[in-house]
């Protein structure tokens, strides 16, 4: 069992930053992928960015230049830097990781940005 929570969201400004925290119960070592999703009101559930074990990193073509996602095994923690915020980026952040075939969600983060 893998329990994740994400911290980190916020009001801010257009054009500001946050940076998002997703923090697991044990070692994420063999959490694999580690991915951050996103949902805002009225619209689907997605992807956001995507870190393998191998260190390849995917963003959503709205993201990509200003998110980067990023992780450190030692404090069992997944990052997810967000830059130049856009009113657009405003929605409930989560983040999941997958243990062999097994998917866990975090709570989720709320993120509104301010135009």
């Known amino acids: 069992q893998v329990q994740l929570m994400e911290s980190g969201g916020g009001l801010v400004q257009a054009g500001g930053s946050l940076r998002l925290s997703c923090s697991a119960s044990g070692s994420i070592f063999s959490i694999n992928p580690m991915e951050w999703y996103r949902q805002a009101p009225g619209k689907q559930r997605e992807l956001v960015a995507a870190?393998?074990?191998?260190?390849?990193?995917n963003y959503a073509d709205s993201v990509k230049g200003r998110f980067t996602i990023s992780r450190d095994n030692l404090k069992n923690t997944v990052y997810l830097q967000m830059n130049s915020l856009k009113a657009e980026d405003t929605a409930v952040y989560y983040c999941?990781?997958?243990?062999?075939?097994?998917?866990?969600w975090g709570q989720g983060t709320q993120v509104t940005v301010s135009s």
């Open positions: 999941r990781g997958w243990l062999g075939v097994s998917g866990y």
């Open positions: 870190l393998s074990s191998r260190g390849n990193k």
